[in-house]
Structures are given as structure tokens and as C-alpha cells.
T-cell receptor
Framework: DTGVSQDPRHKITKRGQNVTFRCDPI?????LYWYRQTLGQGPEFLTYFQNEAQLEKSRLLSDRFSAERPKGSFSTLEIQRTEQGDSAMYLC??????????????FGPGTRLLVL | GQSLEQPSEVTAVEGAIVQINCTYQTSGFYGLSWYQQHDGGAPTFLSYNALDGLEETGRFSSFLSRSDSYGYLLLQELQMKDSASYFC?????????FGAGTTVTVRA
């Protein structure tokens, strides 16, 4: 069990560019979540997958954002036409649906995005 | 929707006890979780309460009162490494809704 990994850890881009982030969850976890965190705030839920199905998207997730989990393993989050307001830490988390573990989400180290 | 309130900052000395309160309003409630986050790090799970009462895990304990929509995290025998942000989060099965966090600073 190597934990949740995210790539890249840091991304600097210019306004209007597209960016894509990757998340590799803990291998036996079937649920995967994306959150966004800005300075001084708690993580905000963006979307979640159970296996390959995207089951909920927050209203925070504008149509410039898209997330996929094609084979129920890793996930990607793409932001198109980035804006300065997209600058934040993007966190991925995973969990199992079994027993007490279903209440524990394991977070990755995050991707810090800066839009210039 | 969900709203959670917790104090923004707490400062205490090594060895002391700190209690971080959390009140919440939510449309769906499975339980209350607590996460710790060091500067630049990932949130890490500390505890979860689905039922009323106290859960103890080493130096940390968490309490929930569902009727009062209230919980707290108790940090005992504070150590310097406990300096971090602590978040309460309401769980509605799959989604966590976090508070803004409490920054705990431990002084020597």
C-alpha cells in the first residue's frame, strides 16, 4: 500500500491554458474523490467516482472542469481555459466501501496550481 | 447544504490539553470526522463519530452529540508536532463537507 499519489505536485500555467492532473488511488479502493483547497479554507468537494462511474459533481465544477476515471483505477482532472481563480491546491482522496473503512478518506499530497 | 463552525486559532503550551469545538448544520448526516493537516501536507484522518459519545484514540479523543449538532476534538499531552490545522467534516455517506479549520500552535 503506497498511499494516494498525485502528479504533478506543482503546476504553473498561463491564463487560458489547459491543465491535466492525475491521481492514483490506493489500489483496492473503489471510491475516488477530488477536492479543491484554497489558503485558509478546508477542502471543498468537487466530484466523486465509484469505480468508473462519476456519481456526483459539485456546482463548483464549472463546464471548464472535467474528470474521468476510465478503468476504475487512476483518475484525471482537466481544467480548460484556466482562470486566475482556479489557483488552488487540488486534492485527490480514495476510500473503500467496506466496513468502517468507508468512513475514512485517504488524501494524496495534492497538486498546487498557480495560474498567472 | 452544510455549514460548519470551528474556532480559527488555538495556542497552547506543550503538555497542555486543547479542545476544538465544531457545530454544524447539515441536510444529510452520517457522522463527523476530524482531519489533521500540516503546512503543505495532505489532510490525514484522525477520527470518526457516527453515534453520540466519546471515541478515544491515543492522545486524541473525539465527541459527538447528534441532538446538539455538536462535536469536539480533544488533544491531550500536546507535543510540538501537533502544531497543525484541524478540520471537522460532516459525512453524508460519500461526501465530506469541511469546516474552515482550526490552526493549533504549540509553544514550548
Amino acid at each position: 500500500d503506497t498511499g494516494v499519489s498525485q502528479d504533478p505536485r506543482h503546476k504553473i500555467t498561463k491564463r487560458g491554458q489547459n491543465v491535466t492532473f492525475r491521481c492514483d488511488p490506493i489500489s483496492e479502493h473503489n471510491r475516488l474523490y477530488w477536492y479543491r483547497q484554497t489558503l485558509g479554507q478546508g477542502p471543498e468537494f468537487l466530484t466523486y467516482f465509484q469505480n468508473e462511474a462519476q456519481l456526483e459533481k459539485s456546482r463548483l465544477l464549472s463546464d471548464r472542469f472535467s474528470a474521468e476515471r476510465p478503468k476504475g483505477s487512476f483518475s484525471t482532472l482537466e481544467i480548460q481555459r484556466t482562470e486566475q481563480g482556479d489557483s488552488a491546491m487540488y486534492l485527490c482522496a480514495s476510500s473503500s466501501t467496506l466496513g468502517l473503512e468507508r468512513e475514512t478518506q485517504y488524501f494524496g499530497p495534492g497538486t498546487r496550481l498557480l495560474v498567472l | 447544504g452544510q455549514s460548519l463552525e470551528q474556532p480559527s486559532e488555538v495556542t497552547a503550551v506543550e503538555g497542555a490539553i486543547v479542545q476544538i469545538n465544531c457545530t454544524y448544520q447539515t441536510s444529510g448526516f452520517y457522522g463527523l470526522s476530524w482531519y489533521q493537516q500540516h503546512d503543505g501536507g495532505a489532510p490525514t484522518f484522525l477520527s470518526y463519530n457516527a453515534l453520540d459519545g466519546l471515541e478515544e484514540t491515543g492522545r486524541f479523543s473525539s465527541f459527538l452529540s447528534r441532538s446538539d449538532s455538536y462535536g469536539y476534538l480533544l488533544l491531550q499531552e500536546l507535543q510540538m508536532k501537533d502544531s497543525a490545522s484541524y478540520f471537522c467534516a460532516v459525512s453524508n455517506d460519500y461526501k465530506l463537507s469541511f469546516g474552515a479549520g482550526t490552526t493549533v500552535t504549540v509553544r514550548a
